[in-house]
Nanobody, 118 residues
Framework: QVQLVESGGGLVQPGGSLRLSCAAS????????MVWYRQAPGKQRKLVAA???????DYTDSVKGRFTISRDNAKNTVYLQMNSLEPEDTAVYYC????????????WGQGTQVTVSS
């Protein structure tokens, strides 16, 4: 079992920055691929950024060059640094832990709201 708790969301003006954190507990954090998703009102949940156990990262095109995903295995935490935020980034952001096999499970946090508005 893995428990995930996101934090760091809030209200920010366009062009501003936020850093989201996702703290994990309960299993061997370092083996999990960690993923940030977001879901805007009335829309499907979509992948934003991912980082593998080995540190390889991937991003959806709309956030490349603005967002950075990182992980600190010593702190069991994954981060999403979000710069140059746009109103279109407004969504609930979810943290996901994906095990290396199905036996390790797939876990979600409760989400944190990010609102970009002037």
């Amino acid at each position: 079992q893995v428990q995930l708790v996101e934090s760091g969301g809030g209200l920010v003006q366009p062009g501003g920055s936020l850093r989201l954190s996702c703290a994990a507990s309960g299993s061997i954090f370092s083996i999990y691929t960690m993923v940030w998703y977001r879901q805007a009102p009335g829309k499907q949940r979509k992948l934003v950024a991912a980082i593998t156990s080995g540190g390889t990262t991937d991003y959806t095109d709309s956030v490349k060059g603005r967002f950075t995903i990182s992980r600190d295995n010593a702190k069991n935490t994954v981060y999403l640094q979000m710069n140059s935020l746009e109103p279109e980034d407004t969504a609930v952001y979810y943290c996901n832990a994906m095990g290396p096999t199905t036996a390790w499970g797939d876990y979600w946090g409760q989400g944190t709201q990010v609102t970009v508005s002037s």
